[in-house]
């Protein structure tokens, strides 16, 4: 089993900073995709950022040239760097990893708690 715990969400003012962090722990052979949704209330859930295990990522356009998604293998732990925040990235926001355990011959996904980030004045 995986378990993926989250980290950095609170409260900040329209314009600042938060930068989140998941780390995976248990029974990882590989991590492939590693991703960050968000959910704000009474809205569905969408992606925010992607990161491919090649390197390669993505981001919903309302975040483009704000936030910075990033990994470091060696600690099992992808990073999202969210920078010029607006009221409207006010959310739960989940890490979302796709991962092959030890001893399986296929992917799962697994889902952190969430952490909520709020940006108001």
């Known amino acids: 089993q995986v378990q993926l715990v989250e980290s950095g969400g609170g409260l900040v003012q329209p314009g600042g900073s938060l930068r989140l962090s998941c780390t995976a722990s248990g029974n990882i052979y590989r991590i492939n995709d590693m991703r960050w949704y968000r959910q704000a209330p009474g809205r569905e859930r969408e992606l925010v950022a992607r990161l491919l295990s090649g390197g390669s990522t993505t981001y919903v356009d309302s975040v483009k040239g704000r936030f910075t998604i990033s990994r470091d293998n060696a600690k099992n732990t992808v990073y999202l760097q969210m920078n010029s925040l607006k009221p409207e990235d006010t959310a739960v926001y989940y890490c979302?990893?796709?991962?092959?355990?030890?001893?399986?011959?296929?992917?799962?996904?697994?889902w952190g708690q969430g952490t909520q980030v709020t940006v108001s004045s």
């Open positions: 979302n990893c796709n991962v092959r355990s030890i001893g399986q011959w296929v992917n799962a996904e697994y």
